[in-house]
């Protein structure tokens, strides 16, 4: 079982855990006090940047890549981080956007939770709802070891 830390709106946590669980991934909210066990994933999505990191650290955090609290909260932790927005500069962005459809890029290779390696690409999705929670939500599932072609499906659910 993985362990999300979502750090922003409950309703994007939620909507997030429906996706992932209906392709079949035991995934659970973290909760400090009840898991002994660090986070598996951490997402810093806070507009008021209100973020907590305490060890014991998760294993990986995703953030978008203009989140200066996000970015100062995990800057002496040592904890990977893979960003994910609309600069050029974030590992996970949209090259190209239309009325119905998106073509999100993975910019950089990054390993998920098991260790296999998401390598560069464009994953052509349904963006009912482009903008960053979109991608959040898409470099969570890779981090998980959601299949990129198996992706677009996901999100046709929204």
């Known amino acids: 079982m993985d362990l999300l830390d ?13 996706l992932l669980r209906a392709q ?5 909210p973290y909760d400090r006090d009840r898991h002994g066990t660090p986070a598996s994933v951490c997402v810093l999505a806070d507009p008021a940047g209100a973020y907590t990191l305490q060890q014991p650290y998760p294993t990986i955090a995703i953030f978008e890549g203009e989140d200066r609290a996000a970015l100062r909260a995990i800057a002496k932790t040592g904890i990977p981080a893979i960003t994910a927005g609309l600069s050029e500069h974030d590992t996970v962005t ?9 073509a999100v890029t993975v910019g950089r290779p990054f390993l998920t939770l098991r260790g296999t390696s998401v390598q560069e690409q464009e994953i052509v999705l349904p963006c009912p709802c482009a903008g960053t929670p979109l991608l959040l939500f898409v470099t969570t ?3 998980l070891g959601v299949a990129p072609e198996l992706l677009s499906g996901m999100f046709s659910l929204s």
């Open 24 to 28: 079949g991934l035991c995934v659970q």
């Open 6 to 18: 979502w750090q922003g709106r409950r309703t994007e946590a939620d909507r997030l855990l429906e």
């Open 141 to 143: 599932a890779l981090v």
């Open 94 to 102: 949209y090259s190209s956007m239309a009325q119905e459809r998106c």
